[in-house]
């Protein structure tokens, strides 16, 4: 699963919080590992600190149980982007 954000605040938008608060009823039914098992971060802002965005999303990834392929963060970067797309399988 490929999360794609802007950040906002120093964190995630709202729409992306949304995303995983409805999730949360189908995770927990059919249990986290059905729904996915990898995914990637990608997000761009003015500035350059996204300490607070990789720490939401490196509890994300510990709580689901899901591997964490990386992630992508500022402007410029497509060559990274595209490494971590031809890692996937």
Do not use: H
């Not at 490929?2 to 039914?29: C, E, H, M, Y």
């Amino acid at each position: 699963m490929v999360f794609v954000s802007p950040q906002f605040w120093g964190t995630i938008t709202g729409q992306l919080k949304i995303v995983f608060d409805r999730l949360f009823a189908l995770g927990n039914k059919v249990g986290w590992q059905n729904i996915c098992k990898k995914c990637v971060l990608l997000m761009t802002a003015r500035g350059d600190d996204y300490s607070m965005a990789l720490d939401f999303y490196s509890i994300l990834t510990k709580y689901l149980g899901w591997t964490d392929l990386g992630a992508v963060l500022g402007a410029g970067k497509e060559a990274q982007a595209k490494a971590i797309g031809e890692s996937i399988k």
